[in-house]
């Protein structure tokens, strides 16, 4: 079991940045990889980014390439999402999520996370 507790979301304008914030507790951080995915309105949920256990390999949504940038803090039990550039089309509900896992990957498939937080609204102004 584990708890993931989100924040940082909020109102920007086209061209600005955020900051997305994810503290885990309940189970070592360090046995989880990590994946935030969002939810636009009307959309499906589409996985954005992932990062493995120990940060040895991330994976980014091409929508996102060179915009996004997902990192963890060990000695903080958290993950961020640094999100620069902001489109409108970025406006969405923002999820992280957790997957249990022995090795160093970084999965983008949603069912193989079991654990999500509450969503935080992420809204860029065009």
């Known amino acids: 079991q584990v708890q993931l507790v989100e924040s940082g979301g909020g109102s920007v304008q086209a061209g600005g940045s955020l900051r997305l914030s994810c503290a885990v507790s309940g189970s070592p951080f360090s046995n989880y990889a990590m994946g935030w995915f969002r939810q636009a309105p009307g959309k499906e949920r589409e996985f954005v980014v992932s990062i493995s256990r120990n940060g040895g390999s991330t994976y980014y949504v091409d929508s996102v390439k060179g915009r996004f940038a997902i990192s963890r803090d060990s000695a903080k039990n958290t993950v961020y999402l640094q999100m620069n550039s902001l489109k409108a089309e970025d406006t969405a509900v923002y999820y992280c999520?957790?997957?249990?896992?022995?090795?160093?990957?970084?999965?983008?498939?949603?069912?193989?996370?079991?654990?999500w937080g509450q969503g935080t609204q992420v809204t860029v102004s065009s």
């Open positions: 999520a957790a997957r249990r896992s022995r090795f160093e990957e970084a999965p983008r498939e949603q069912y193989l996370y079991t654990d």
